[in-house]
């Protein structure tokens, strides 16, 4: 049995893929839970094969689980083109009829993970080798859930509103506070020395005029 080759690019990291063997007897189901593997991702939601044309135009598409068309859908997908094929009744052989065939992959319809599939080259089977098997990675494959920080909620912001200025007050208000204490403390001090100093002064002069004219006079007396 043919061994099929596809090459598995994600559509936003071109220089990201995985190259997977498959039989042609497989199912596309088995197909899809190799590709899942591959890039690590949960396997957790729906997932479709589209068969393509070189410009990647969805034509057939083969579902991992049938669902019914919603309201939203446009009438004119409803009625063009075969009814959706499953998964695990689609055997790979059965869509390939192209050397280069090309399939489109999507998985989880919200996300809209889309991913370019192209056969690249048909092999041998090797015996006592378990397919589908992925056969050579390139580049490491984006998350699959993105992380996003929420924003502060509005009682976040009102709490760090009033707790702000109030940090604010207090800080000011011990820095004022110490200020003062050594503005005081420092002008009181000043203020003493001064008075001692002068008052040391007047001493002085007081004393020391008396002196010098008594001694003065005596001597002047004693001279005549």
């Known amino acids: 049995m043919a061994v099929y080759r596809f090459r598995i690019t ?10 997977i063997d498959i039989q042609g007897k497989q199912t ?3 197909f899809h839970r190799a590709i899942q593997e591959a890039i690590s991702f949960d396997n957790s939601k729906d997932a479709s094969f589209f068969m393509s044309d070189d410009f990647w135009k969805k034509g057939q598409e083969i579902t991992l689980n049938l669902r019914s068309h919603d309201d939203d859908d446009d009438e004119d997908m409803r ?8 998964m695990s009744k689609s055997r790979v052989v059965e869509f390939i009829d192209d050397p280069h ?3 489109l992959y999507i998985f989880d319809p919200q996300a809209q993970w889309t991913f370019f599939i192209e056969l690249v080259r048909i092999v041998n089977e090797e015996p006592k080798t378990l397919y589908p098997k992925c056969t050579k990675t390139v580049g490491q494959a984006p998350k699959q859930y993105k992380v996003t920080i929420a924003p502060p909620t509005d009682d976040e912001e ?15 208000a011990e820095e004022g506070y110490e200020e003062g204490e050594q503005s005081d403390g420092e002008s009181g001090e000043g203020e003493e020395s001064e008075g ?9 002069e007081e004393s020391g005029g008396d002196f010098d ?7 002047s007396e004693e001279d005549y």
């Open 10 to 19: 994600f559509e936003e990291h071109e220089d990201v893929y995985r190259e």
């Open 28 to 30: 596309f189901e088995d």
């Open 79 to 86: 009625r063009k083109g075969p009814a959706p094929r499953l």
């Open 101 to 103: 065939q090309k399939i």
């Open 158 to 172: 009102e709490i760090e509103e009033e707790e702000s200025p109030k940090k604010e007050k207090v800080f000011h």
């Open 196 to 204: 001692e100093s002068e008052g040391e002064t007047e001493s002085e």
């Open 213 to 219: 004219e008594g001694s003065f006079e005596k001597n």
